[in-house]
């Protein structure tokens, strides 16, 4: 069974950090560019940042540019999303997809195949 696990979210104040994991069950994330994306309450989902197969190609959304940082490691079959400098609009349910690619060096952060079940965070003081 294909799954992808996010885990790590919670309540943080403004200013504060955490790091989401997004962990691969039943396939191998080495195929697949991945993606983080979230959505707040009343609006839509939006790409926040993306991760090519070989980890050689980052992109970010505007609004999370300098604060927030995606990595991966295939051996452990995860990828990570490191959110310093926390505000309260960043508050959401963060979600990862696994997105294949012929490609090791381009994603996008527009699309998924694979989805996992999402994590919340909430920025609040």
């Known amino acids: 069974q294909l799954q992808l696990v996010e885990s790590g979210g919670g309540l943080v104040q403004p200013g504060g950090s955490l790091r989401l994991s997004c962990a691969a069950s039943?396939?191998?994330?080495?195929?697949?560019?991945i993606g983080w994306f979230r959505q707040a309450p009343g609006k839509e989902r939006e790409g926040v940042s993306c991760i090519s197969r070989s980890g050689s190609t980052t992109n970010y959304a505007d609004s999370v540019k300098g604060r927030f940082t995606i990595s991966r490691d295939n051996a452990k079959n995860t990828v990570y999303l490191q959110m310093n400098s926390l505000k309260p609009e960043d508050t959401a349910v963060y979600y990862c997809?696994?997105?294949?690619?012929?490609?090791?060096?381009?994603?996008?952060?527009?699309?998924?195949?694979?989805w996992g079940q999402g994590t919340q965070v909430t920025v609040s003081s």
């Open positions: 039943g396939f191998t994330l080495d195929y697949y560019a």
């Open positions: 997809a696994a997105d294949a690619f012929i490609s090791k060096t381009m994603c996008v952060m527009t699309r998924g195949q694979y």
